[in-house]
């Protein structure tokens, strides 16, 4: 088996059928940096897992940070893409928040692209618990105005002129909803395994989350409304 060079120019691209060297890098950087994290993961060691030489991190990415910062920006920036405008005035709510929560629900079921979601998951996983400054930088760049596009369609939604931080909570349990079929797929399988594996499992666990956010909003809704105080029994202060 071949050995990445010190050349400068990268390896010569697969054909049409097959991913990309850009794209072999940053599906084996992922596993890399999921299991070994930034400072550990070596970009030889990402370069012959890709089978790319040495110098193609620095052609397509610039450095070793570049390139981590891409694993994390890419699925999200996918996901953000694949929202469509679900924030739209004019989209009822139920069609935005489902526009919402598909990207973010994945559920992929197997292969190659489940092995990619859960390095994924790992990586973001990592982060969360020790973030780094690529990761804040790609939360403040996209994660942050998708937050925000959230927040503003349900505080329309409650009839308030700007979101407050109880807006910001219902967000986040709307987003902790989708993102548990993510993080906790696993655990999932463990404990009712007929709830992913069911047929249409993804599209009938998307038809509940919509449920349940439209629950959720009404709850924050009512809430909100004026409450008359309690009678006075009549004999009170007798």
């Known amino acids: 088996m071949s050995t990445p060079t010190d050349s ?66 890419g699925p999200i920036a996918e ?11 004019g989209l009822p709510f139920e069609d935005g928040i489902r526009r919402f929560f598909a990207p973010i629900l994945g559920m992929t079921s197997d292969g190659e692209d489940a092995a990619s979601e859960t390095q994924v998951m790992k990586l973001h996983l990592r982060e969360m618990l020790e973030p780094s400054g690529a990761f804040r930088e790609v939360v403040e760049q996209t994660i942050a105005p998708a937050h925000r596009a959230l927040v503003g369609l349900l505080a329309r939604h409650c009839a308030l002129a700007e979101p407050d931080d109880d807006i910001h909570q219902l967000a986040f349990a709307l987003v902790a909803m989708a ?60």
């Open 179 to 238: 993102h548990d079929y993510c993080l906790s797929r696993e655990m999932m399988r463990l404990l009712a395994p007929g709830v992913l594996d069911r047929p249409r499992a993804r599209e009938r666990t998307l038809d509940r989350l919509v449920g349940f956010a439209r629950a959720l909003l009404d709850h924050e809704r009512a809430r909100r409304l004026p409450h008359d105080p309690e009678p006075t029994p009549a004999n009170a202060d007798r």
């Open 8 to 73: 400068p120019v990268p390896c010569a691209l697969p054909g049409p059928s097959g991913p990309t060297a850009r794209e072999r890098l940053v599906r084996h950087a992922t596993g890399i940096f999921a299991a070994k994290g930034f400072a550990a993961a070596g970009t030889r060691e990402i370069c012959e897992a890709a089978g790319v030489n040495i110098a193609s991190i620095r052609y397509y990415f610039g450095d070793k940070e570049g390139l981590y910062r891409e694993t994390l920006l």
């Open 79 to 89: 996901a953000i893409t694949a929202f469509g405008g679900f924030d739209d005035p």
